[in-house]
């Protein structure tokens, strides 16, 4: 495997806030090539917050393989931000294209923002 890792963090689109306590935070890098076939996964974290919850910026590692890649491909980080210990709800998604890898997007230190779900 020719490995890589995509770096970032993640913010609030509207500033403030961050994952509350027992929430499970899951980062995917996908091939968004085909809409009408869906995305494909190439990599993920999954980070679980524990008790004290996390304040946003929250750091992500996304390991990947670089010959999954094709060039004439579109890449995206996709971010989902749920409460796992009480009501299972998810909290936090990122609701626009964070485009990555390929057509001159970031290759790392991607900043991936998420909205709050009411």
């Known amino acids: 495997m020719s490995s890589a890792t995509l770096n970032g963090k ?3 689109a509207s ?3 961050g994952a509350g ?5 899951t980062v995917h890098l996908l091939d968004i090539s085909l809409p009408d076939r869906g ?11 524990g008790a ?7 750091s992500f590692k996304i390991p990947y393989d670089t ?5 004439s491909n579109r890449y995206s980080v996709s971010v ?3 409460d796992v210990g009480g009501d299972q709800r998810l909290r936090w998604i990122s609701t626009t294209h964070s485009r990555v890898l390929t057509f001159g997007h970031p290759v790392d230190n991607i900043t991936v923002a998420v909205s709050a779900i009411p």
Do not use: D
Request: aromatic share 2%; net charge positive; hydrophobic share 30%.
């Open 10 to 12: 993640i913010v609030s």
């Open 15 to 17: 500033g403030g806030g």
């Open 21 to 25: 306590p027992q929430s499970k935070i």
């Open 39 to 49: 995305s494909s996964s190439l990599g993920g974290q999954i980070i679980l917050t």
């Open 52 to 58: 004290r919850g996390r304040p946003f910026p929250i």
């Open 67 to 71: 010959r999954q890649l094709n060039p």
């Open 80 to 82: 989902r931000i749920e």
